[in-house]
């Protein structure tokens, strides 16, 4: 059986990387913070995804390697598939996870419901969680990134969270 | 009202969720791998896993109290003695005949660690090498998910890979009211048979224990 460990070491390990990205190393720079955590992920991605390959004929196109990813390596790393996929045949790609692990359980920032009723604190603070939550999905991002990249599928991703806990991963692929 | 009776490490380990450790390895591994590239000094890298690993021990100590039942313990010391009767025989592979008695409080970083390594990272941990007056012990690890796939390369000798760990035990140990230095003595990354962290009991400040709520 393979070997594992419990959840809560990925999710603590996970979140730790991002506060000490976003808060320590590069507390005002996001951006920079972001392509970090990106970089990991990528790592990740490229890693896993030479291990998972191993046994397998080459894909024959980009729908096969994209399918790959929605099914077999989404499935090692959060033990279900992606449940949606849908594409407009040009080299873009929408991945929806309906219920996504690593930002199910995250909480909101406590600091939206204290005090304050006006109106603009509370969407500066609501602005301020999604951006604190966006951070955490430049990992999954660069995971998958890095998984098609060892494929040899060039491409870029981006999330969207707009129907938490859904989430959808956006891959274009570079022609 | 009793506290429910403790869970062992193992019990615990088979109830909760789990992740392919494959993936947990080789994020970690990326972490220290980007640190190494953005904080170029290997000492930075080593604080700042420690550091990480204390954030993170500050917090899992909750997780580990809420799970092995022992939450409702009146103070410390019941704390310490709970866990240590119900929890450490249970999750050591092979059981304790000594259980070092300098103390009942210093007896949480056996239970902590052994317990947690267990329930938490799925391995066996042993608390030995304690000294005369019960002040410092050494755990060992036989096993680590942290290092599998890894070797370092000759530029970073001087690192503590898995000083990750260190910081966790401290942290942990921290949140009931242990101060202590966490070093490593034996690291398998540098060719020793197993991984020792060596733990000196600083300060202990039992009035600042959270846990003393209501019977």
Excluded at chain 1, 99 to 110: I, Q
Excluded at chain 2, 188 to 193: E, K, N, P, V, Y
Aim: charged share 25%.
């Amino acid at each position: 059986m393979a070997r594992e460990v419990s959840e809560i070491c990925m999710d603590s390990v996970l979140a730790e990387m991002v506060a000490s990205y976003c808060n320590r190393f590069y507390a005002n720079k996001p951006d920079l913070a972001a392509r970090r955590i990106e970089a990991i992920g990528y790592q990740v991605g490229h890693q896993l995804s030479e291990r998972y390959t191993m046994e397998r004929p080459r894909f024959s196109d980009h729908l096969e390697a994209i399918k790959f990813i929605c099914k077999d390596f989404w499935s090692e790393i959060f033990k279900k598939q992606i449940d949606n996929l849908k594409t407009n045949h040009r080299g873009t790609f929408v991945l929806q996870d309906n219920k996504f692990r690593w930002l199910a359980r995250m909480s909101v920032d406590p600091s939206a419901d204290n005090g304050s009723n006006e109106d603009s604190s509370a969407t500066v603070a609501e602005s301020k969680a999604a951006q604190a939550m966006s951070m955490h999905l430049y990992f999954p991002c660069g995971i998958i990134r890095g998984a098609l990249s060892n494929l040899g599928i060039p491409c870029a991703v981006s999330a969207d969270m707009s129907n938490l806990p859904a989430c959808s991963f956006v891959v274009r692929i570079k022609a | 009202m009793a506290p429910v009776a403790p869970r062992s490490g193992d019990a615990i380990f088979a109830s909760v969720e789990r992740v392919n450790a494959e993936l947990f390895t080789l994020t970690y591994g990326a972490i220290v791998r980007q640190l190494l590239t953005d904080l170029e000094e290997v000492d930075e890298v080593n604080k700042q896993l420690d550091q990480m690993g204390y954030n993170i021990g500050i917090r899992l100590i909750d997780e580990f109290l809420a799970k092995s039942n022992v939450s409702r313990c009146i103070d410390f010391k019941e704390t310490a003695e709970v866990i240590a009767k119900g929890l450490v025989l249970a999750s050591l592979k092979s059981p304790v005949k000594h259980l070092p008695c300098h103390g009942s409080a210093f007896k949480a970083i056996y239970d902590i660690t052994s317990v947690g390594f267990k329930m938490f990272l799925g391995v066996t941990a042993s608390v030995t090498n304690w000294d005369a007056d019960g002040t410092c012990c050494s755990i060992v690890l036989e096993d680590n998910p942290l290092v599998d796939f890894v070797e370092l390369p000759d530029t970073c000798q001087g690192l503590y890979y898995c000083n990750i760990l260190s910081g966790v035990v401290r942290g942990a140990l921290e949140m009931v009211s242990m101060k202590t230095e966490v070093t490593w003595v034996r690291d398998m990354l540098r060719g020793d048979d197993v991984f020792e962290l060596q733990v000196k009991l600083l300060k202990q400040v039992p009035e600042e224990y959270p846990y003393k709520d209501d019977e």
